[in-house]
């Protein structure tokens, strides 16, 4: 395994690139955690959406192919959910596909 390559700086969440080779083949991954926003940190989605905006384009700059494995604290299933709506379209605006199709706890 590939010790990281890149930090990205964030307020609202952290993350890390790195690559792990296994034989012949070399698999890019961003790992990613999004601090849930709440009253007690302050934090507010719509800044968060701003740094994962720019992040996703730093990465279409560094690669074309890449793993984003995390916890982003949204609830997708809510299509109702305003923001989680606009987290979606963001995935589909880069051209990124979510592979979870269930619940990932209760």
């Known amino acids: ?3 990281p390559e890149t930090t990205e700086m964030s307020t609202y969440f952290e993350n890390v690139y790195g690559t ?3 034989g012949t083949v070399t698999v ?3 790992i990613v955690y999004r601090y849930p ?3 007690q940190n302050g934090f507010r989605n ?3 959406f701003d740094e994962w905006c720019k992040c996703l384009a730093i990465m279409a700059i560094i690669t074309y192919d890449v793993i984003i494995t995390g916890d982003l604290n949204f609830n997708v299933d809510n299509k109702s959910d305003v923001e ?3 987290f979606c379209n963001i995935f589909d605006f880069h051209g ?3 592979h ?3 619940t990932t706890h209760k």
């Open 37 to 39: 926003s709440s009253k």
């Open 46 to 48: 719509s800044l968060f």
């Open 84 to 86: 989680s709506r606009r």
């Open 20 to 22: 792990v080779n296994i």
């Open 100 to 102: 979870v199709n269930s």
């Open 28 to 30: 890019k991954d961003e």
């Open 1 to 3: 395994m590939s010790k």
């Open 96 to 98: 990124l596909t979510q």
